[in-house]
């Protein structure tokens, strides 16, 4: 199949969608399609360039932050990104348009499908839904839902990665939805050992929940250290409050895959206090990486989670706390975790994932596909079955 994808953020822009859309398309390539792709450009990167088989192609807008994005600055991506859709759709001639989160990249689908007669998929993360996130983008959601109801309702297929967010599209739309959870390839493991390292790992603003975290560990006994990995508008608040916890918080700002990677490896555990998510992909990324999990009840939490992991009330620093404690204290307990969740996280590897994207594709064009031979294999040996989410 020839896919033209459309998304406003593509790494090294952007957080988890952002990282989802790029894994897909590298997956589906290496399955047999073809796959380009029109998304925004920051100084120092290529306006096009291939990677992994997959054509880029980034256009001019306003974004003064990698991984932080305004209303005003959406706004921006529109037109230069539309007029670079339509180039490509006239030069690529795709099959099917698959368009990550309804606003903005959604709206570009939606003109283009119109003009060129092409289908498209519509995948939402998070933020694109009204009410997800309203510390950032409530002026939006409140002007936008003529807008983003006809982008959903002319799409040929709107896809989710969790129920938690496909109930809350239905809440505004009464539409079917599919879901699908987000896929996760397995990182290059570094062989570092296990230490006394509690880590969080989020994008800083205020739904992440790291105020409570630090609440949480405010005082604590322990000769345990504390790492938080990530940027964003809410770090100065937070080292604020950090400053006065008497525990030693580190923050590390951002780091790339590799320096995360190896914090993962060396923490014993993950904490994720966030209040509201969607698929979490750290969760994923922390479990793979043998930590034991502390999450919130979020939904989107739990649907990654399962059982594998403590949970805690959502903005509940006592918990948080108790959690906390109770894990420092019992080595075993985190171990027991920890295998638990490396087993689960392997339910979520990219190739079946990406077959089932390539299932809804294919219906859309009235096409048959198969499963490769060699993702066959690997379906048959248990380790890539689908887990089962809740209804």
Known sequence: MRILTLSYEYPPIGGGGSVVASALNETLVHLGDEIEVVTSRMRGLAADETIAGVRIHRTACVRRYRHYTTTVELATTLLPAYRRAAQVARDFKPQLIHAHFAVP??????EISRRFGVPYVLTAHGSDIPGYNPDRFRIAHWFLPPVWRRVLSDASVVTSPSHFLAGMIREHIDLPVEVIPNGYSPALRQGRAKRKLVLAV?????????????????????????????????????????????????????????????LYEEASIMVFPSIRENFPMVLLEAMDAGCAIISTDADGCAEVVGDTGVTVRCGDAAQIRAALQRLIHDPDECESLARAGRHRVRQFRWPVVADRYRQVFADVLGIETTLPPGVQDLAATGLFTLPNLPP
């Open 202 to 262: 989020a994008r800083l603003f205020p739904r992440k929940g790291i105020q409570h975290l630090i609440d949480a560990v405010s005082g604590l006994d322990t000769d345990w250290e504390f790492v938080v990995a990530g940027d964003g508008p809410y770090m100065d608040a937070l080292r604020r409050q950090a400053a006065h916890a008497r525990v030693p918080i580190r923050f590390a700002g951002f780091l790339d895959k590799t320096a995360l990677r190896g």
């Open 105 to 110: 990249s959604g709206i570009i689908a939606r």
